[in-house]
């Protein structure tokens, strides 16, 4: 049974085709699902939804970029000397066996469980492409909003995806309830972009079921002190922990990331995964980045930033309602007419994220990466400005 909110997606990949740099299909004329009954001007229709939109088609020359939520412009010193000392060994194909170990190390789990990746992003269409639509999965819930990437990487591949809209009226809580009994792949992310809201360990724990795969996209996760509510150090069957190590370390160029399984379940992603997908310089940033002392450096950057965003959910108080409570490094926030205020805020210098290409969101939803005090006086003088001159 199909509640309200569950809305249905499919997509063949004969379908797509290329127009511009966006294909044709992925803009979501065919990802058809109308529900007469339920309007909502914050809820765009699904159909205009532009999954393959991400933040860096919204930076711009001189903008300050609250779009993209890698957190650094660069790398830290150390790191770029491991990049830079990783060149000497580019001229041999890449080998996973030190970063699988370091991965295995940081999360305590064996080899056999770890398939390191071209980015957190790469697991999305492994995993679409190992289960094979029909046979392994016949009904696949993505639950929204969130990156919308791992509806994408499974529509092209041919599944039938149905939405699970979770909404402002609970804070964007998921309740396991909701997710259907016979759904054989679930994917949640954890904390969740872009509403940032950091589901409970014990609410994920509720969907592993016999027969499910349930995919948590812990791309943020290394954002949120000590990783609470992480699944990535248990063993649970049926599920995958996938993470990035882009956004913490500046690393979004390099793409470097792993995802954490069962064997069984890491082989079958491993199979379809490219050769040498993984480069040279992204497995030595790996190899560093998974280092007891990376770690902590990851974990003091996560506690400053917690500091930084309560800096700016209290200067957003009285100005724009924050959606949820936040734990990532990024907040959403509603405001009225938000296409102009977005318009208003790049006149005055701000990129900030649409909301509008989020399944379950709208135009008056925005994104804002959380940066440092300085910059979030300021963007917020810039946003109270450009809301009163609306109101006026
Ligand atoms: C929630 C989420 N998951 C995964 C990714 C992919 O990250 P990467 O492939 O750079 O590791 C992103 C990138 O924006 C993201 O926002």
């Known amino acids: 049974m199909r509640t309200e909110a569950m809305r249905t997606a499919t997509l063949t990949p004969m379908l797509i085709a290329k127009e511009g740099d ?100 790469e697991a999305f269409t492994l995993v679409a492409r190992a289960l094979c639509p029909g046979t392994d999965v016949g009904r696949a819930v993505v ?77 943020f996760m290394d954002t949120v002190p000590g990783e609470p509510e992480s699944l990535a150090a248990l063993r649970l069957p049926g599920v995958i922990v996938l993470r990035s190590l882009t956004k913490t370390w500046g690393l979004a160029g390099v793409r470097a990331g792993y995802l954490l399984a069962e064997p069984a379940l890491v082989r079958r992603l491993a199979e379809v995964q490219p050769p040498w997908s993984v480069s040279s310089l992204a497995l030595a940033a790996t190899v560093a980045c998974c280092s007891p002392s990376a770690v902590a450096e990851a974990d003091r950057a996560a506690v400053r930033s917690v500091g930084d965003r309560e800096h700016l959910v209290r200067r957003l108080q009285g100005v724009a309602p924050v959606a949820a409570p936040p734990a990532a490094p990024f907040v959403l926030l509603h405001v009225p007419q938000g296409a102009a205020v977005r318009e208003g805020l790049r006149e005055r210098g701000f990129a900030v994220r649409r909301g509008d290409t989020f399944p379950g969101l709208g135009p008056n939803w925005l994104r804002v990466a959380v940066r440092d005090r300085g910059v979030t006086d300021s963007f917020v003088d810039a946003l109270t400005g450009v809301l009163r001159r609306g109101m006026t």
């Open 143 to 219: 639950v929204h909003p969130q990156f919308t990437e791992p509806e994408v990487a499974l529509a092209v591949a041919g599944h039938r995806v149905d939405r699970l809209l979770l909404g402002p009226q609970d804070g964007y809580a998921l309740d396991p309830a909701r997710v259907p009994q016979d759904a054989d792949l679930v994917v949640v992310g954890n904390p969740t972009n872009p509403t940032s809201v950091l589901h409970p360990l014990a609410t994920l724990r509720r969907l592993v079921r016999p027969g499910r795969v349930l995919v948590v996209d812990e791309a």
């Open 22 to 121: 966006v294909p044709v299909d992925l803009r979501n004329r065919d990802l058809r699902h109308h529900d007469p009954d339920h309007h909502d001007p914050d809820h765009h229709d699904p159909d205009h939804h532009d999954l393959r939109h991400h933040g860096d088609r919204e930076v711009g020359p001189g903008l300050v970029d609250l779009t993209v939520n890698v957190r650094r412009p660069a790398p830290p010193v150390w790191l770029r000397d491991v990049l830079i000392e990783a060149l000497d060994g580019v001229a041999a194909y890449p080998d996973t066996g030190a970063a699988t170990t370091a991965v295995a190390h940081r999360h305590g789990r064996t080899r056999e469980e770890v398939l390191v990746t071209a980015g957190g992003a």
